[in-house]
């Protein structure tokens, strides 16, 4: 079913939209960003790997990539962004002025290519279609995969993402932490508060983990009823346990009055587990399970790894 933004609407996002122009020719990134800027939010590279930079710091909404460039061709710059993770789903567009590059240029991932010499109107209306098509995706996304009590992401999204993570971190060898996150005695607290106020309580308990997380490829997935998950890629057990310290303290001090807990207050236990590719490869959320049952154990409000 498509999603329709409001008129008003698409136009904003439209005009806020990131364009990157790629190419290593001064003269094509200034008539390319002459037409697109009066649209548009225009960046510009000069290589391949200025642009690969750009995207890793600020994702853009599309790219411009001249095919031949000096450096990083415009082939081998569209096959990195596809084979990362964050970048991936950027849809990139090829300029240029050669006949028999097609092939070449879909296999690489393109969604589209414009032949130079450029038209402006065709330019402008090829980017903004391609432009709308993305917006519609990031907004389906959002709906398919956000938690509609908390905003934050849901369990298909931890489910989806969270094996081609594992897949990957066993594959680069490196770190990830997993945390799972429930709070104490939530039964109770709905007994006695009740569900509307039970429902305020896990809005703010989601609200305070993501704020406690400051990489941006961390990310908190609601989980079940009132657990939830964080996934911090490249993250030791050491760095981890820091962040879950940090996570039960700030939910601590909310100070939510809580009758029924030997504390006093709204708090969480957690569980942890890290893979570590070069000594195990266990399931990290089995032991992450086990371990936040231990927190539970040893007497609620505690992080156990
Ligand atoms: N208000 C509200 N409550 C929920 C929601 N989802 C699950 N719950 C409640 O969360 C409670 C979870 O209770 P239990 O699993 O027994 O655990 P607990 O009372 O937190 O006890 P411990 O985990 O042992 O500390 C249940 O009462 C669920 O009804 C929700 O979306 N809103």
């Known amino acids: 079913m498509p999603i329709n933004y409001s008129d008003h609407q698409l ?44 995207c890793n710091v600020n994702v853009p909404d599309i790219v411009l990539l001249d095919i031949s460039m000096g450096g990083m061709s ?20 090829f300029v240029t002025s050669f006949e028999n590059e097609e092939e070449e240029c ?5 969604v589209d290519f414009i ?40 369990r298909r999204y931890f489910d989806a993402h969270f094996s081609k993570m594992e897949r990957s971190a066993l594959r680069e060898k490196v770190d990830y932490a997993l945390l799972l996150i429930d709070i104490d005695y939530f ?20 609200q305070t983990i993501t704020n406690s997380l400051q990489r941006p490829t961390d990310f908190v997935a609601r989980y079940g009823g009132e657990e939830f998950v964080v996934v911090l ?13 940090k996570i039960k303290q700030n939910v601590a001090d909310l100070g939510i009055l809580h009758k029924y807990s030997e504390y006093d207050f709204v ?32 007497g609620r409000n505690k992080v156990c790894f």
């Open 233 to 245: 890629p490249h993250t030791s057990t050491e760095g981890a346990i820091c962040v879950a310290d």
């Open 115 to 154: 032949k130079k010499p450029i038209i402006k109107e065709t330019l402008f209306r090829r980017v903004r279609a391609h432009i709308t098509l993305k917006l519609q995706h990031d907004l389906l996304n959002q709906k398919v995969f956000l938690d509609d009590l908390t905003k934050v992401f849901n």
């Open 74 to 93: 415009g082939i081998d710059t569209c096959l990195k962004l596809k084979n990362n993770t964050e970048t991936q789903d950027i849809p990139v567009i």
């Open 11 to 54: 136009k904003l996002s439209l005009k806020n939209s990131k364009v990157l122009i790629v190419d290593d020719q001064l003269l094509s990134l200034i008539v390319l960003k002459k037409i697109l800027s009066e649209h548009f939010n225009v960046t510009t590279a000069g290589s391949g790997e200025e642009a690969i930079e750009i």
């Open 267 to 298: 708090t969480i236990s957690i569980g942890g587990a890290t893979l570590q590719p070069y000594v195990n490869n266990k399931n990290t959320l089995q032991i992450a399970d086990e371990k936040m049952y231990e927190s539970k154990m040893q």
């Open 106 to 110: 879909w296999e690489a991932g393109a």
């Open 187 to 206: 039964k109770q607290y709905n007994d006695i508060y009740g569900h509307v106020q039970g429902d305020t309580v896990l809005n703010l308990v989601a």
